[in-house]
């Protein structure tokens, strides 16, 4: 593989995936999430296999964009990828498994539904076999601020975080005292004055320590 740059200088270019095409690998897919830190609402995992002979120029991590230029490339990657697969994990399966365990196993299984299958995977800091339980063959990579460093990071990143949103503004017309809209789950002061006022809906991460707060004692 090439040598990354220090992360503190980093630029999101297609090298790692032309380094891996120049030694015969064709499907090379990214991986990546959006919502982790969130305190409310599904976990979104997507995964992207681009099309090399289709390029995106542009592609960058979705935080590092405007919530219309991501939507644009949102479009863009469904219209071009040779592959995509975007998965909702709800907020009680993350606190059954645990944020990282229920990002692990959706990166999986977001990556075994591309049609074609990936040939090798570039995931954004994520180690996706399990000492316990293997089960996942496909040659990977984990790659620290992978988002920042991969076009197909950054797809999948951009593909997880507009469907993510999109489903958070749906949620905002259900449950409007949270102001989701605005603050998409994460722990605002608003979002937490709004837990201190109303307390935890059904969407909430009953597991995080900032809702755990405000949970009713049994």
């Known amino acids: 593989m090439p040598r990354l740059r220090d992360p503190r200088d980093l630029e999101c270019s297609s090298r790692l995936e032309s380094c891996l095409l120049r030694r015969g690998l064709k499907l090379v897919a990214g991986t990546d999430e959006a919502g982790r830190g969130s305190l409310l609402g599904p976990l979104y995992v997507a995964a992207v296999i681009l099309d090399a002979a289709r390029p995106i120029p542009g592609l960058n991590d979705s935080k590092k ?3 219309q230029v991501r939507s644009s490339f949102a479009a863009e990657i469904r219209k071009k990828a040779l592959a995509y697969q975007v998965i909702a994990v709800p907020a009680r399966e993350v606190d059954d498994l645990n944020v990282y365990e229920a990002t692990r196993q959706a990166m999986i299984r977001s990556l075994l539904a591309l049609d074609p299958r990936p040939e090798f995977v570039l995931a954004d800091a994520m180690p ?19 988002d920042a460093r991969s076009v197909s990071i950054a797809a999948a990143s951009i593909l997880a975080k507009v469907a993510r949103d999109d489903h958070l503004e749906q949620l905002d017309r259900q449950y409007p005292q ?27 991460r009953r597991s995080y320590q900032p809702v755990k707060n405000f949970l009713s004692p049994r």
Do not use: V
């Open 65 to 67: 964009l405007s919530p």
């Open 128 to 146: 996706l076999q399990n000492g316990r339980k293997p089960g996942f063959s496909i040659p990977y990579w984990p790659l620290i601020h992978g």
């Open 178 to 204: 949270y102001c989701l809209a605005r603050n998409k789950g994460y722990g605002t002061r608003e979002h937490l004055d709004a837990l201190a006022r109303y307390g935890p809906c059904p969407e909430h």
